[in-house]
């Protein structure tokens, strides 16, 4: 890749006005600015991240999958607005993407402030194209890494996102969804919010995953409680709870791989136990 960022041309123009020090572009669209730096090194900006650390030549040198959400997002969007720059408005966008089930409608993503129509529009296209070229549909499912390829993006989220994924009955992929936001406990986490998509989608296994923020894998009594909850649940609709899935960025903790999914107590009598290591195939 060629370091040289700024153009000859303009490198020339700094030439003939006799200055030494920096000649290009600014971020994000501002007009060509020339700067005299008394021969030292080029200045930086304290926001401006490091050439190398900036998102689009991350993409470039370490692929896509190095890249968080709002990174991807923030190359997609190419430029923020006056006050808001582009890593800020790709957040903002996260946060709301992260609040539906399916894909926005373009005028509801336009009323972020900085998006507009233009903004909006590409992301819904984006969003639907990935979907129809490489969406979830169809994967099947063996083991928790399967999974785990489907959530872990959502792992550093500062909420815990509570996630349902539909299986038919190869245990494949119909569909991946969140189903709340923030903390999971028995009040914000019920049985009908989790099965009631996964009856439309005629699922015939469920696989439920949450994040934990705090990058510890160890079951809270909650996470227990909702588990025995939506197991008892799943077997009076007849769907296979397939199994509950607590995930970081580094990894992961499977209920049926460690064998806790089968000896949860009744949702009443719940406590901690041991973790196991992730070994085997149990799907």
Known sequence: MNNDIYPDFIRQLGTSTGLRGSVGPEVCGSPLVVRD??????????QDPPVV???????????????????????????????????????????????????PPVEELAHIDGMGESKASAVVAMLEFGRRRWGSTGQRIRHPSDIYGFIRHHADRKQERFLCLSLNGAH????????TIGIVNRTMVHPREVFADAVVDRAAAVIVAHNHPSGKLQPSPEDDEI?????????????????????????WFSYRQSGRLETLPPPETLGPGPITANEGDPY
């Not at 939506?230 to 509950?244: C, P, R, T, V, Y």
């Open 37 to 46: 730096t008394g021969g030292l090194a080029p200045a930086r900006r304290i």
């Open 53 to 103: 650390d900036r998102p689009r030549e991350r993409l470039f040198h370490e692929g896509p999958a190095a890249l968080s959400d709002h990174e991807l997002l923030a190359i997609l969007l190419n430029t923020g607005i006056k006050g808001k720059n582009v890593t800020v408005l790709a957040k903002e966008l996260l946060e709301r993407l992260d609040q539906d089930k399916d894909i």
């Open 172 to 179: 494949e992929v119909l569909a991946v969804r969140i189903i």
């Open 227 to 251: 588990t025995s909850r939506l197991k008892s649940a799943a077997d009076i609709l007849g769907i296979h709870f397939l199994d509950h899935l607590i995930f970081t960025n580094a990894i």
